[in-house]
């Protein structure tokens, strides 16, 4: 038997996940396991997933479950064998049920262990497992809002006032943003500032918002990157959100932490599909490879995609980890883009959340504000009570 294949195995939820992982582009399956009884839709297995005992127990005493298994296992098998004797080195299993945290689960390690036990290498990824384990839990306590841009795109709105204290509705941008990240669990938020710095200072010295609030002037302007190591002091040992002002979104904060924690990537970028003058590279295992420069038509690659690739714009929202200050080099002013494309050219890992479903609006043009502000006065509940599905 030929030793090279590598046989990929995954769980996935169809409420969040649509597409075969494929990232060699070797075939292979993806099996629908919504037909079986599903555990999850009893109370006492909401903790549980397919890796738990109970769960187990419980599927393990359906005949359906054991039958639509053989099926699958025989097919993935005999395509082994196939693989096996023609060279191949990769070959994928998926399995999706609803959430893609029972059935599927307890599918994907079922056939991992059997193909082992057959000879077979495996390597399994569940893919929703950063929304159900709670490993990846705990909330993120810190974020650094960047606040210190001009506002030029708002004039004559920020000739006299900063774009952070522009109203969205009743309250300004700045408490907007701060809401939704005191939401995730923040504790503790750092805002840089330049522009009428004094009065963004005062707003928050007197702001009735339940966090900490720390300002971190520039006299002059840093740019994002330059900004963010100006703030190096402040932070612990845990991951962090950048924000910016300017983007009002429903964009689940949580989910996207947790996301991070388990990529255990540097850098997770917020991404979705929409018109930009950039666009990231995002290859199919969500790994960001490079930027592409649309009105230029340029590709910067700085890491070999796995798989098909698409390009994603950038929603203003990242999670960063510490130790990204251990490699900035760069001094003065400059851009946080030109340091992660760096930072990936080097080969560390910056991940790409993926998020084209919920409102998202960049309030930083006209435009922009305009559409915050219809949306938030069409609405019926304020955008910043989303709840993490579980």
């Not at 990232?23 to 297995?45: A, I, S, T």
């Not at 009735?208 to 002091?233: A, I, M, R, W, Y």
């Not at 910067?300 to 080099?329: C, M, W």
Request: charged share 25%; net charge neutral; hydrophobic share 35%.
């Amino acid at each position: 038997m030929d030793n090279k294949l590598i046989v990929l195995i995954y769980s996935f939820g169809f409420n969040y996940s649509h597409t075969l992982e494929d990232p060699h582009g070797h075939g292979g399956y993806v099996f629908d396991c919504r037909g079986l009884p599903n555990p999850g839709r009893q109370k006492e297995f909401k903790e549980y997933s397919g890796l738990d005992k109970p769960v187990v127990d419980y599927l393990e005493v359906c005949p359906d479950v054991h039958r639509f298994y053989h099926l699958t296992l025989e097919l993935v098998k005999s395509h082994c064998e196939a693989f096996s004797a023609r060279g191949f080195e990769h070959l994928t299993a998926s399995y999706g049920c609803t959430g893609g945290q029972h059935r599927s689960v307890y599918m994907a390690e079922r056939i991992k262990r059997d193909l082992a036990l057959a000879g077979f290498k495996t390597d399994c990824i569940h893919k929703e497992r950063f929304r159900w384990d709670i490993a990846f839990a705990q909330p993120c306590r810190k974020a650094f809002i960047l606040a210190a841009g001009l506002g030029t795109r708002l004039l004559p709105l920020t000739k006299e006032v900063p774009k952070a204290l522009i109203k969205l509705g009743e309250e300004a941008v700045i408490d907007a943003v701060s809401k939704k990240l005191i939401e995730a669990g923040v504790k503790e938020i750092a805002v840089n500032t330049h522009y009428l710095s004094e009065q963004v200072e005062t707003h928050l010295k007197n702001t009735h918002l339940n966090c900490n609030f720390t300002t971190v002037h520039e006299p002059e302007l840093l740019d994002t990157g330059g900004g963010l190591k100006n703030t190096e002091g402040f932070w612990g040992s845990e991951p962090f959100f950048i924000h910016n002002v300017d983007i009002i979104s429903e964009t689940d904060l949580r989910t996207v932490y947790r996301y991070h924690l388990a990529s255990k990537s540097m850098v997770t970028l917020v991404l979705r599909e929409r018109l930009s003058t950039n666009y990231f590279v995002v290859d199919s295992i969500n790994i960001v490879c490079g930027l592409y420069y649309s009105q230029k038509g340029l590709i910067d690659i700085r890491r070999q995609p796995k798989g098909p690739v698409r390009y994603l714009a950038f929603n203003g929202i990242h999670v960063t980890s510490p130790e990204i200050f251990k490699e900035i080099k760069e001094t003065g002013k400059f851009s946080i883009i030109s340091l992660y494309l760096r930072l990936i050219e080097e080969g560390f890992l910056i991940s790409a959340y993926i998020d084209n479903d919920r409102f998202f609006a960049d309030i930083g043009n006209p435009e922009g504000l305009k559409k915050a502000v219809e949306w938030l006065s069409e609405s019926k509940s304020c955008i910043f009570s989303s709840k993490s599905p579980v």
